[in-house]
C-alpha cells in the first residue's frame, strides 16, 4: 500500500510542470485572442453607423459574377441600396437579403424599374468570391433581380467600411455585425441607414422616395419637374396592402385648390382695373 502511494506520489511531481504549463498556455492563449479579436458592442456599432451619414463613399473596384472589373463610380447618378453580406452565414445574411428583395420590389412597383440600383457586397473576401456570390444570388432569388452581387479584396472592405460606418468582428458564428442596408444618393454619399433583418416598408422606401422624386434636376424641363413634384406628394404609403400608390383625392384636390386661387385672383385683378 505505501509503495502504491510512493508511485502516485511520484506520477503527479512528474506531471504538475505538464499541468501549468497547458494551464500558461491556454490562458496566454486566450488572452492573446482577447487582445487580437474584440468584442462585438452594440452601441458602438449603432453610433459608428449613424456617424457615416453624409459621408462620401470612394469609387471603389469590385468584380461582379461575371468576373468583370466593376466600380462604385458606374453606379452615380441614381440612388443605390447597398449590403454587406458574407455568404457562408446561413440564416441572418439569407433571411435579410431575402426581405430586402421583398422591399426592393414595392420600391421598384412606386418609383419604376430603372428608379435606383440595389448591389450586395460581400466582406469575407478569402470565401466570398464571384462563385460564392452567384450561388448566393441565386439561393436568396435575387440573380434575375439586375442586383450586383460583388466581391473585392481586404484593403477595399476595409476602407467600405468605414464610409458606411459598417462595424463587423471574428466570432465563433462567423462575424457579428450590425445588420444594415445603406441608401447612398446619386452623388455617392450616404443619405439613411435602414437596420435589422425585417423592417417596415417605408424604413426603405420613404428616403428612396424623397431621393428620386425629390431631387434636383436642373436638366428637366419645368414640366417633368412639376410631374415630379406632385408624385412626390401625392405617393402615399397604404398600411394594409404594405404598398405605396398614388394618390388621385390629393391631386383632384391640389388642382381645385389652384383653379380657386387663380378664379379669385382672377376677380380682384378685374376689379381692380374697373376701379
Partial sequence: M?????????????????????????TSTGESLGKTTPAFDYDQALSTSQAALGSQVGEYRFIDTDGKVFTLGQ????????????TSCYQICPMTTRHLS????????????????V????????VDTPDAMRYFGAKQG????DWKLLSTDPQTI?????????????????????????????GGRVYRQVYGQVFDTPMLVDPLIELVLGRKAPEQPLLANLVSKIKLFCTTYDPVRDGYY??????LG??????????????????????
Fill in 254 to 275: 391640389m388642382l381645385i385648390g389652384a383653379t380657386i386661387i387663380l378664379f379669385a385672383g382672377t376677380v380682384v385683378v378685374r376689379g381692380w382695373h374697373r376701379n
Fill in 75 to 86: 453606379l452615380r447618378g441614381k440612388p443605390l441600396v447597398l449590403s454587406m453580406v458574407y
Fill in 2 to 26: 505505501r509503495f502504491k502511494l510512493l508511485i502516485c506520489s511520484f506520477l503527479l511531481h512528474m506531471m504538475l510542470p505538464s499541468v501549468a504549463w497547458a494551464i500558461s498556455q491556454s
Fill in 246 to 251: 398614388f394618390d388621385y383625392s390629393l391631386f
Fill in 142 to 145: 435575387v440573380s434575375d433581380q
Fill in 119 to 126: 448591389a450586395v457586397v460581400g466582406f469575407d473576401t478569402a
Fill in 102 to 117: 421583398k422591399i426592393v420590389q414595392k420600391a421598384r412597383a412606386a418609383l419604376g424599374d430603372d428608379s435606383f440600383t
Fill in 158 to 186: 476595409k476602407e467600405l467600411s468605414q464610409d458606411l460606418g459598417f462595424l463587423y468582428y471574428p466570432s465563433s458564428n462567423g462575424f457579428d455585425h450590425l445588420i444594415q442596408a445603406t441608401v447612398i444618393d446619386a
